[in-house]
């Protein structure tokens, strides 16, 4: 993953989920958004950090890898703002706690 995050991001640091959306140049099939990339040793060291259940806290970072390939980013404050509420309301949809609290 640290390879991964360094080769693409420029970040030499491992990182929870990569998301790599479809490249607009060979994109033929619309419902294929792109490919994630979710690393297992930092989504269970992040369970136990935030003192979530393992299986929401990959539901969390499943969610959160496909909002990126939907266009989404966290970039700017509210970005991460609009961001984060639409996590929320996923996970609250999908019998989970809500991953951030305003």
């Given at each position: ?22 490249n607009q140049f060979i994109k033929t099939n ?40 939907l266009g989404h980013d966290h970039k700017k ?26």
């Amino acid at each position: 993953m640290k390879y991964l995050n360094f080769t693409y991001r420029g970040q030499n640091t491992a990182t929870n989920v990569l998301s790599f959306p479809v490249n607009q140049f060979i994109k033929t099939n619309y419902k294929l958004l792109g490919d994630l990339v979710l690393c297992k040793h930092i989504i269970e060291y992040e369970s136990l950090k935030y003192k979530k259940i393992l299986e929401s806290r990959w539901a969390h970072m499943t969610i959160h890898g496909t909002l990126h390939l939907l266009g989404h980013d966290h970039k700017k404050e509210r970005e991460a703002y609009i961001m984060e509420k639409i996590e929320n309301k996923i996970m609250l949809s999908l019998n989970y706690e809500e991953p951030y609290f305003f």
